[in-house]
């Protein structure tokens, strides 16, 4: 029996391994088709952007990198430029406050009297003219040389200072932007004395306090004629008392202003003084003496404490010292009570300005306090007649003389408070509250 019938009649096909070939080509076909082919081609090309993506990730992040390196590197130079400007400014501002401190030691030692009533208010004069009328706060304060200085001597003080100088800025703001009482009017103000200051005099707690100022009488040539006009309470009398003033070594250039004993007034001008008696040589008054006129103030020629009195005191103008002696004139509240014909020749005597509540002595400064009150006082550089004097007193009020002619000098004590009294002449001689010894003067409500 042939092979073929064998397979026939067993049931197998002479195509058998053919048909097996062609079922696993075909399955080979269904699952790698050409369809599924793309697929891999695709997955392939996916994956191979994918990575190429990270490459370029990694590739920016690398490059941010290293920028950003750069910027913190470049930000390390920079603050080490500004830690180096910073260490020069500072460098350079010590080196101003060294500078200035070295201007201000080389003046102290050609000082006669050296103390720091003397360097403090050379140093505020010369602050407040740099600053002139601009606020300024604590940091640009001491942007001045001299006050970084000042607060090396002092720190309260430099503050205090600080704080009056602001103050007194807005005083002065404020009288520039004086209310107007109608449309139209000029700017007024209604004239109040609210506050005085009072002084200690050479004894008892805190002595020798004193105001000091750069008020020079030589500036404005007094000694060709002046008026000064002043309200004292007197709360001591003892032997030469000042209220305000100031004289030289040789007593050549007096300009001073108080009582000499209990019973006798003392006015220095020039190379004269003049201490009358109250009840004896104060009497050019046809109405009498002054004690005569003025019953209520003495006590059997006796100057009385705790009144308050007007003082006015002149000399005649003239062209030059070649003219000689013309009069020098003393009112008391309102009334003439002694004329002297003298002549003020000598000036430009080298020594720092008046002081109020003492008066200041060539060589020694303070010198002769009075334990007083003190008000009003103005310094003109021209006679005024009886007529003003009359007027300034007023019947025992005080009267606005801030914008009568020829003031060169005009301290009202209206601050109140702080330790610097203003010049309201316009002339910047501001006074420093200071002491000689311990304390200061002190402010108060009791006023003429």
């Given at each position: 029996?042939?092979?073929?019938?064998?397979?026939?009649?067993?049931?197998?096909?002479?195509?058998?391994?053919?048909?097996?070939?062609?079922?696993?080509?075909?399955?080979?076909?269904?699952?790698?088709?050409?369809?599924?082919?793309?697929?891999?081609?695709?997955?392939?090309?996916?994956?191979?952007?994918?990575?190429?993506?990270?490459?370029?990730?990694?590739?920016?992040?690398?490059?941010?990198?290293?920028?950003?390196?750069?910027?913190?590197?470049?930000?390390?130079?920079?603050?080490?430029?500004?830690?180096?400007?910073?260490?020069?400014?500072?460098?350079?501002?010590?080196?101003?406050?060294?500078?200035?401190?070295?201007?201000?030691?080389?003046?102290?030692?050609?000082?006669?009297?050296?103390?720091?009533?003397?360097?403090?208010?050379?140093?505020?004069?010369?602050?407040?003219?740099?600053?002139?009328?601009?606020?300024?706060?604590?940091?640009?304060?001491?942007?001045?040389?001299e006050n970084r200085y000042l607060l090396q001597i002092n720190?309260?003080?430099?503050?205090?200072?600080?704080?009056?100088?602001?103050?007194?800025?807005?005083?002065?703001?404020?009288?520039?932007?004086?209310?107007?009482?109608?449309?139209?009017?000029?700017?007024?103000?209604?004239?109040?004395?609210?506050?005085?200051?009072?002084?200690?005099?050479?004894?008892?707690?805190?002595?020798?306090?004193?105001?000091?100022?750069?008020?020079?009488?030589?500036?404005?040539?007094?000694?060709?004629?002046?008026?000064?006009?002043?309200?004292?309470?007197?709360?001591?009398?003892?032997?030469?008392?000042?209220?305000?003033?100031?004289?030289?070594?040789?007593?050549?250039?007096?300009?001073?202003?108080?009582?000499?004993?209990?019973?006798?007034?003392?006015?220095?001008?020039g190379n004269n003084k003049l201490t009358g008696q109250w009840?004896?040589?104060?009497?050019?008054?046809?109405?009498?003496?002054?004690?005569?006129?003025?019953?209520?103030?003495?006590?059997?020629?006796?100057?009385?404490?705790?009144?308050?009195?007007?003082?006015?005191?002149?000399?005649?103008?003239?062209?030059?010292?070649?003219?000689?002696?013309?009069?020098?004139?003393?009112?008391?509240?309102?009334?003439?009570?002694?004329?002297?014909?003298?002549?003020?020749?000598?000036?430009?005597?080298?020594?720092?300005?008046?002081?109020?509540?003492?008066?200041?002595?060539?060589?020694?400064?303070?010198?002769?306090?009075?334990?007083?009150?003190?008000?009003?006082?103005?310094?003109?550089?021209?006679?005024?007649?009886?007529?003003?004097?009359?007027?300034?007193?007023?019947?025992?009020?005080?009267?606005?003389?801030?914008?009568?002619?020829?003031?060169?000098?005009?301290?009202?004590?209206?601050?109140?408070?702080?330790?610097?009294?203003?010049?309201?002449?316009?002339?910047?001689?501001?006074?420093?509250?200071?002491?000689?010894?311990?304390?200061?003067?002190?402010?108060?409500?009791?006023?003429?």
């Open positions: 029996m042939s092979l073929d019938l064998l397979k026939e009649r067993f049931g197998h096909s002479v195509n058998k391994k053919t048909d097996d070939k062609e079922i696993i080509t075909e399955k080979l076909n269904n699952k790698f088709n050409s369809k599924g082919i793309d697929d891999l081609k695709s997955f392939k090309s996916q994956h191979r952007g994918e990575l190429e993506e990270k490459e370029r990730i990694i590739e920016n992040l690398e490059i941010e990198s290293s920028n950003l390196a750069n910027e913190v590197l470049t930000l390390e130079k920079e603050k080490s430029t500004i830690s180096e400007e910073l260490n020069n400014s500072k460098w350079l501002e010590n080196n101003i406050a060294s500078t200035t401190k070295k201007i201000y030691e080389d003046k102290i030692k050609k000082m006669s009297y050296v103390d720091s009533s003397k360097l403090i208010p050379i140093l505020i004069e010369v602050s407040r003219q740099k600053q002139g009328n601009e606020k300024l706060n604590w940091g640009e304060w001491l942007e001045i040389a720190e309260s003080i430099a503050r205090k200072i600080f704080e009056d100088t602001n103050v007194l800025i807005d005083k002065a703001i404020s009288n520039i932007n004086r209310k107007r009482t109608r449309g139209g009017d000029e700017p007024t103000t209604e004239f109040v004395n609210n506050s005085s200051l009072t002084f200690s005099g050479d004894s008892g707690a805190g002595t020798s306090t004193y105001v000091a100022t750069d008020f020079n009488p030589d500036d404005h040539s007094l000694n060709l004629g002046f008026t000064v006009s002043y309200w004292v309470r007197a709360d001591e009398v003892g032997t030469r008392m000042f209220a305000f003033g100031r004289q030289d070594e040789n007593n050549n250039e007096r300009f001073s202003f108080g009582i000499d004993k209990p019973s006798k007034i003392h006015i220095g001008v009840n004896n040589g104060l009497n050019d008054n046809p109405g009498g003496t002054a004690a005569e006129l003025f019953p209520d103030l003495f006590d059997s020629g006796d100057l009385k404490t705790g009144n308050w009195l007007h003082f006015v005191v002149t000399y005649q103008d003239r062209a030059s010292i070649a003219v000689g002696s013309v009069p020098r004139i003393v009112y008391l509240n309102g009334k003439l009570v002694k004329t002297t014909n003298i002549n003020w020749s000598s000036t430009g005597v080298d020594m720092n300005g008046v002081i109020f509540g003492a008066r200041r002595t060539e060589g020694e400064g303070y010198n002769d306090g009075w334990s007083c009150g003190l008000d009003e006082v103005a310094i003109f550089d021209t006679e005024k007649d009886a007529d003003w004097v009359t007027s300034a007193y007023n019947s025992g009020t005080p009267t606005d003389l801030q914008n009568e002619s020829g003031l060169v000098g005009y301290w009202r004590f209206e601050e109140g408070t702080g330790t610097t009294v203003e010049d309201l002449s316009g002339n910047g001689k501001d006074g420093t509250l200071t002491t000689a010894d311990t304390g200061l003067p002190t402010w108060s409500t009791d006023t003429p």
